[in-house]
């Protein structure tokens, strides 16, 4: 079945800098690549996705890369600010399009 | 709408009891999924279902069973409870497309202790 590898799994930055957190997949079917945000103690909750016919998108302050090559992907956030701070997962939809594969998370941590 | 309803948000369980969280969703969506998330850990896949009367184990099913005999519900059960099933459980949604859609629709999660 698909694998999704999620790294870092801590990410500390000041306020305005960017951050950067990476995912791998081994299955070369995935076609659809969404990512969530979850704040402590409550629901993830989609922020962005990417579908395999794009190498990116962007939405405001926040990006998200394909490399379908080397089967990676990347959510990229400029000029964070504290409400940043969450748990990021990213996953990929399986080939047979009915499960998601979660990444194990990042913890964004944006200090003011 | 009230979206995905899960019930209860909150229960301590002895080990060994059975219990069953309810997942109710009013968006008509085919697919739906119960996830564990364990502290500081990811999601984790238990059971999913592509439609009424179809389910499918995911990734960690044992001690777990499932039923979907509607659109709208999707019951989760544990049986024989033990302290490795102490976790927040989360059901979602998703509506139909295939390939073309991939959004999950989550409700508020469920928090389990076993003790």
């Known amino acids: 079945g698909e694998n999704v590898e999620q790294h870092p799994s801590t990410l500390s930055v000041q306020e305005g800098d960017s951050a950067v957190i990476k995912c791998t997949y081994s299955d070369s079917a995935s076609n659809y690549f969404p990512w969530y945000k979850q704040e402590l103690g409550k629901r993830p909750q989609l922020i962005i996705d990417i579908r395999s016919n794009v190498g990116e998108k962007k939405d405001q302050r926040i990006a998200v890369t394909l490399n379908k090559t080397a089967k990676h992907f990347s959510l990229h956030i400029t000029e964070t600010q504290p409400e940043d701070s969450a748990v990021y997962f990213c996953a990929a939809l399986n080939s047979g399009y009915s499960t998601l594969t979660f990444g194990k998370g990042t913890m964004l941590l944006v200090s003011p | 709408n009230a979206g995905v309803t899960q019930t209860p948000k909150f229960h301590i369980l002895k080990i060994g009891q059975s219990m069953t969280l309810q997942c109710t969703q009013d968006?008509?969506?085919?697919?739906m999924y119960w996830y564990r998330q364990d502290p500081g850990m990811g999601l984790k896949l238990i059971y999913y279902s592509v439609g009424a009367g179809i389910t499918d184990k995911g990734e960690v099913p044992n001690g777990y069973n499932v039923s979907r005999s509607t659109t709208e519900d999707f019951p989760l059960r544990l049986e024989l409870a033990a302290p490795s099933q102490t976790s927040v459980y989360f059901c979602?949604?998703?509506?139909?497309?295939?390939?073309?859609?991939?959004?999950?629709?989550f409700g508020e999660g469920s928090r389990l202790t076993v003790l």
């Open positions: 968006m008509n969506h085919n697919y």
């Open positions: 979602a949604t998703r509506p139909p497309g295939g390939r073309n859609t991939g959004e999950l629709f």
